[in-house]
């Protein structure tokens, strides 16, 4: 039987995903492949390929790469293997349920969870220093609404309905080095949908309109109705907003946090302001109410310590009386 590389696999069926995938999850994949995967299996006959080797791949990522990364690199290898199977190149996908991601990374992932909620405290500090930046009202915008970085970036007027204060989802834009910037539609259908604005929401959504003929004229049409430009007129991308938090952390003494930070923080603040999981499924657009289950359930020590305040009942004069019985 002749051999069939890895390697020569993946360009076969990665030339089969364009049409049916978005081209930025192509692009993970191809990233995913390239710099993780390939290096430890690329080289070997597909029907060699053990859930051992595609553990090793996971291993060897743990060491310097956050959880969400070890599992989409997961997800890429077993498309890569499924494919395989339903074409009958081989007759099991390897990465299976024995291929679980490093248990280090699975604690890890707990304390940044932890870290993903911002207090009102850091938050303070970080805006007095933000605060006459261009990333100000944007950065504001999603402790107000929870949008994705990519809805952020996309976030044209013509999604904004002033009038019965609602922000219409029905876009985000990506970047590609390859091909630049393009819209395209949310994944899913709950991505598609309304966010009611808060009070600050609007008010910040007012003063960028009532600037917006102020600001420099962007170069490419298509821009033209972005709200979010830089000084050059161009969509900010994400990292560019993730290096400019990095700063304003620093300058304010806080530990730093990315632009998901403030995704994270609004939901967490709808759940202690007691919205129900269903209702914060759909500000949140997730298509699956696991998600917002299982990400959104952490919630500021401050608030925890309001709750246990609740349990007490009494005032003792004297602790060592506590857990004692009166004669």
Partial sequence: MTKLIVNEWFNQWIGLL???????????????????????????????????HCSKVLQQMSENHMNSSVKQTKVAMRCLFQYAVENDIITKNPVGRTVIVPTEMLQNSESTERSLFISDSDLCKFFSQAKNSIYSLPLRLILETGLRASELIGLTWDEIDFDNRLINIRHTLQYESSGGWYFITPKSRQGSREIYMTGNCFKILQMLYSAKEHRP?????????????????????????????????????IAPFSLHSLRHTFASRCIMAGISPKVLQLIMGHSDISTTMNIYVHVSRESKLREMEK?????????????CEKD
């Fill in 311 to 323: 349990l007490t009942t009494f005032e003792a004069s004297d602790d060592s009386s506590l857990f």
């Fill in 217 to 253: 004229k962007p170069e490419n049409p298509l821009f033209n109705n972005v709200i979010f430009l830089s000084k050059l007129g161009n969509p900010i991308r994400t990292s560019s907003y993730n290096i400019a938090i990095r700063k304003f952390c620093k300058d304010a003494g």
């Fill in 18 to 52: 364009k049409g049916c995938r978005k081209p930025k999850t192509i692009t993970n994949y191809k990233n995913y492949y390239q710099y993780y995967i390939s290096p430890v299996i690329g080289h070997m006959d597909i029907c060699d390929v053990r859930p051992m």
